[in-house]
């Protein structure tokens, strides 16, 4: 039990730049509090006292803000950093090393008891606050879900998903989809995290590419109609051959 605890408080360390001493991590960190009480929850609910394990739970919502069901599974080394207004439901399973941020629900969506309701996320996820992770599906190892992001289908391992609903950006090569120097990413924040925003900057960029290559058509037709091989009356005036398209001005607009 202890070297459990103190494997916990090493990861609150280790992921939380502003946790100062093991001591502060013990003591003033709900998300510690919560995972040691739902420990006790999810054994009583295991073994048959059922009553029991929810009134713990329901003690431990009330003290630290978080609400997990006793059936619940939740591996080592799992941070839920700040966690206000978390609600993880009975039939979720969190992996080793997961990372959980405030206002995040792993839910479900049937109404069939004993069935599997609620998500399964693999070792290493990161979700994002105020995400929703709706289904009965698997979330792969190293993904990361967006701030907000509401994912109702499965997300590969590591990949991201942002956005509502959510969308998928593959991972390259094996490697985390938003290719970020560091393993873990707070909040789930991606260099490369919108994938309509990627769309749209490949389509600017090809309708300014096309436009330039048009301009210089334009120049070699005018060329040759000043040799004589062409009829002047067949080029355009100035203002059409020049380059009018801002790619530069919308990739700002997109963010890019």
Not at 1 to 19: K, T, V, Y
Not at 136 to 143: K, S, T
């Amino acid at each position: 039990m202890f070297s459990r605890l103190r494997s916990d408080i090493q990861c609150i360390l280790e992921r939380d730049p502003a946790a100062r001493s093991a001591w502060e991590a013990l003591t003033c960190y709900p998300g510690l509090h919560a995972l040691v009480l739902h420990r006790r929850a999810h054994w009583c609910w295991e073994h048959g006292f059922k009553w029991a394990g929810r009134f713990i739970s329901h003690l431990s919502r009330w003290l630290t803000g978080i609400e997990i069901h006793p059936g619940a599974k939740i591996g080592e080394r799992v941070f839920f950093d700040h966690a206000m207004g978390v609600v993880i439901g009975e039939t979720a399973e969190i992996g080793d090393g997961c990372t959980i941020y405030q206002g995040v629900s792993l839910g479900g969506t049937s109404l069939y008891k004993g069935a599997k309701r609620h998500p399964t996320l693999g070792r290493n996820v990161v979700v994002g606050a105020g995400a929703k992770v709706l289904g009965g599906f698997l979330v792969g190892d190293g993904a990361k879900i967006g701030s907000n992001a509401v994912v109702v289908k499965p997300v590969p391992a590591g990949a991201t998903a942002v956005g509502i609903p959510a969308r998928i950006i593959l991972s390259k090569t094996g490697e985390s989809a938003d290719v970020t120097t560091t393993q873990f990413s707070a909040y789930g924040i991606t260099l490369e995290d919108d994938p309509v925003s990627q769309a749209m900057k490949g389509l600017i960029d090809n309708a300014s590419s096309q436009e330039h290559q048009i301009a210089l058509l334009w120049q070699a037709i005018e060329k040759l109609s000043d040799n004589g091989r062409a009829h002047r009356d067949c080029v355009p005036d100035d203002a059409a051959r020049q380059e009018t398209f801002e790619a530069e001005k919308l990739n700002q607009l997109m963010g890019k």
